[in-house]
């Protein structure tokens, strides 16, 4: 049923005609009705400051409803201050509402030429057209950073959160440290020392969301706003994005075999308060910085007063020797910030990672962290830290290791029977994916057409910020079955030369 | 068994004396303790660039251990780069290594003056030294933020975990929507309309973790470094902390019973690029921004074309109205940016906030997010989306709106029977905290000396950016039950007075 009348008013002096619908079966109760015909009447000025409403007795009686909701919305319309009540005036439209506002036509042509005309904060070299790539929006063959999610052990990870829900006590619902959760912070740091030679305790260590949140931390707290920055080239695109949004100036300072070429470094005459480096498995190429290299670069950090950012997202897998051991771990002046992640080695929409902060730093990180985003949260921490204590994580990463070998060397054999052994590849040795060169193609254009029909490569080309870019693909084999490998880069001959070029088999 | 043992060398031409411990019974495999013996000697020079090592038979014999493990060492060693082999020279130290770096010691001075002149980024009014007051460190009376744990659907809340770790599928293992999962997004655009008058929907929802987060974006993304915000005056203090470190201007604009006095903000002709606002519930005072204030910062935002942060952090819980609708939901023109938050509603460690991003911002605001962090973490949203669709959500507000109601009632009453009917009070009619005003006190030394009686009194005059600030309690009653609130409230008295004034009974 639907109550709908023209109020008429009783006294000449204030004349307020609303036409008022009350409807008694919307979700929404009557005395929400009354409250937000009268509040919209107010405010779109139908109703002026002033003019007298009906007694809530006299309202009940022309909408034919009880006089409680009428009373109830007048409460709240008096309370937030759209009605007053004056001695000898009974309830009017509040005196002290202002003139009508900018019409909401012309409000809207503003708003567009306001955020047109950039009264916004821009970040240049943020391109919001690069958020969803084509071929970064799909799941298989080569998607970059894709793990085998088919392997991850469930049951243990769910029985962990199930213990520390069960078990939880009450406190573990208050904020945290900020720091993160001081039970994984020492299982991280236990962990680090044997596994990848960084030598810290777990006061040094805070819990970030990822590698791009740890970035993002270390920018802010250690590079002034146009300061410049050197950065691997090829590199890391969405580092690029967090050096972008906090408006370093990005120099990109040429990869070779040995991993950054330091000496082209300070040849460019181009001083930097911080160089970001991957010199376990340098990203995208996959070589491994040599042990000349890493000394002059702490050399160079210490003479430069500069900070070095070790990102070192994947070198858990590492398939011919040992892991090579951290940058952090010969470093005695405390110039370089480590950073690592559990997206690769367990799976990204956990959000967790850390940074280890040379000592002197960590108050300073943490005042930075506790403004952006006060901590991470509690419960997957807790889990995490279990995960790693109980040894689930050694043995997740051991058999993971076997298994992307396995992948890898399906990949390799498959990418030189399609394409002949003088194809040149890159990376092979660590991680989960690797680099092919190719002369004579544009990567950007077939990376679109074979993101079409679902095959997502990578173009390298993307990750050069200068004009001397190489073409080719970057191939995350993480996701792919090795029996599935064959079938994989036929479809990668198919995009690059329109068919395959030799017969291919599934190993099946 | 420790085999030490001083390697004699057999050529004269390459005299390397390295002494090299072995410890069966470490936890450091062999071949890793011969790395690691090896790499510390060759980074610190003790072996030189171009000296020879034994051959690989010849340490083994002398160590008195296999060989293989020597094998395993030197091919690290070699594939980083610290050895070398020449043929005739068998295998020496790399001689691209470079000359010694700046010795530890030095550098340790040199690091030290580095972070103190200055070789970091300062972001002025980011004191470390607030990061934890003594009066935020502890649990109970009178705790700010404090949430009622014990009293939190736990049973719910961990079979819908239980659920989701269960049934989820492998792919929510991946990277999820930058902006936040979609289930939950839907879920909380369909709750703010009604519950919120908020006007919005799902793809103007980013998932956030937290108020803390959601203005560091706002503020990203919309003010450039060096402009001006209005603050409230009093207002939040860790928003003063998010816009130091954004190098924001903060104008403090006085607040009266109707909120922020908007005419005082103009009259100081301090041009601002955004004002955040507690409209529903002033913080820390507790007062509701009148009609009429609200129709003036909406005008105001639209003819300046700046922006409006309004937190929106506790409105759930009004004891005398219905919840005051949003000013986001009066804004015609897409001025307001509206920040909701869980921390108060459900608990603190959640981490999960959310912003209602006006439409022309949306890829805009995305792109900041990326660059910042990626993404919120996938498992606990899907749990929060059913959370607020299954009706746990709201009965959970239904339930603990008449609880904290409860303690509020019995906090003003203990308050008035100690203080007096004179004390003044604000911010009574909504939230999980109200505020107490004392003159002739200094509060931040009565915070102090409570807090070593672990008694959590936040001092108001923390909260004001400016001189005149105005001395007493914020008090929080979310975590203290109705029957201990007597006691709570005479534990007060004493920390202000040295002792109860009147004689106080709990109420049990």
Redesign the interface.
């Known amino acids: 049923m639907t109550t709908k009348k023209r109020i008429p008013m009783r006294k000449v002096s204030s004349a307020v005609h609303l036409t008022l619908a009350v409807h008694r079966e919307s ?2 109760p009557m ?2 009705q009354i ?1 937000d015909g009268y ?1 919209a009447a ?2 779109s000025r139908t109703l002026r400051p002033g003019q007298r409403v009906p007694s809530s007795r006299g309202l009940a009686v022309e909408l034919g409803i009880s006089r409680i909701p009428v009373l ?1 919305a007048y ?2 319309l008096l ?4 009605l007053e009540t004056r001695v000898g005036f009974g309830t009017t439209v ?1 005196r ?4 009508p ?2 019409s ?1 036509e012309r ?2 042509s ?3 030429s ?2 047109a005309a950039g ?5 240049r070299n ?3 057209s690069m ?1 969803h790539p084509p071929w970064g929006r799909g ?1 298989g063959a080569f998607g970059v ?3 085998a ?2 392997q ?1 052990p ?1 049951k243990a ?2 029985s962990l ?2 213990r520390h ?2 078990g939880g006590n ?7 440290d ?1 720091m993160g959760l001081q039970a994984l912070r020492e299982a991280i740091a236990a962990y680090l020392g ?1 596994a990848r ?1 960084v030598r810290c305790d777990a006061d040094q260590i805070m819990i ?3 590698s ?2 740890a970035l ?1 931390i270390c ?7 146009g300061s410049r920055v050197w950065m691997e080239e090829p590199g890391y695109r ?1 580092a690029r ?2 050096f ?2 906090n ?1 370093c100036r990005i120099v990109p300072i040429p990869v070779d075999r ?1 991993g950054l070429d330091i000496t082209a470094g300070v040849d460019l005459r181009l001083d930097a ?1 911080a160089v970001l480096v991957t010199p376990s498995h340098q990203y995208p190429l996959g070589f ?1 910085m ?4 890493r ?2 670069l ?2 160079w950090a ?2 430069a ?1 500069s900070w070095i950012f070790e990102d070192d997202y994947d070198s858990e897998y590492r398939y ?3 892991p ?2 951290s940058l952090q771990g ?1 470093d ?4 370089v910030i480590y950073i690592g992640t559990f997206s690769k080695v367990l ?6 990672g850390y940074i280890v902060i ?1 000592r ?2 960590v ?2 990180f ?3 962290r ?11 921490q807790a889990v995490l830290g279990d995960f790693i204590r109980e040894d689930h994580f050694s043995r997740h990463i051991r058999r993971m290791r076997l298994l992307y070998s396995e992948r890898r060397t399906a990949l390799l054999e498959s990418l030189h029977s399609a394409f002949g052994p003088d194809l040149e590849v890159t990376g092979q040795h660590a991680g989960m994916h690797l680099c092919i060169f190719m002369n004579r193609i544009h990567d950007l254009v077939i990376a679109r057409r074979a993101a079409s029909s679902k095959l997502w490569l990578v173009p390298l080309s993307s990750s050069y910020a200068g004009e001397s870019a190489r073409h080719g693909f970057i191939l995350g084999y993480g996701s792919t079955s090795a029996e599935q490998m064959n079938n994989a880069v036929g479809k990668l001959q198919t995009a690059i030369y329109g068919q395959p070029k030799h017969e291919t088999r599934d190993r099946e």
Request: glycine share 6%; aromatic share 8%.
């Open positions: 979700p929404q005395h929400r409250y509040r107010i405010v109830t409460a709240q309370a937030e201050g759209y509040s002290s509402l202002p003139d506002p900018v909401a409000a809207k503003h708003s567009r306001t955020i009264f916004i904060a821009e970040h943020l391109p919001e958020l799941w950073g894709q793990v999610f088919e991850f469930f990870w769910n959160i199930t829900c069960r009450v406190k573990s619902l208050d904020y945290g900020p044997p030679g970030v969301s990822g791009q949140q993002d920018t802010r707290a250690l590079i002034r706003r969405f994005q967090v972008a949004l408006d040995e308060r491994t040599s042990a000349s290299r000394l002059k702490l050399d210490e003479r007063q011919e020797n040992m090579i051991s010969l005695p002046n405390g110039r799976f990204p929409s956990l959000r967790l040379p002197g730093l108050k300073h943490q005042a930075i506790v403004a952006m985003d006060i901590g991470p949260p509690t419960l997957l």
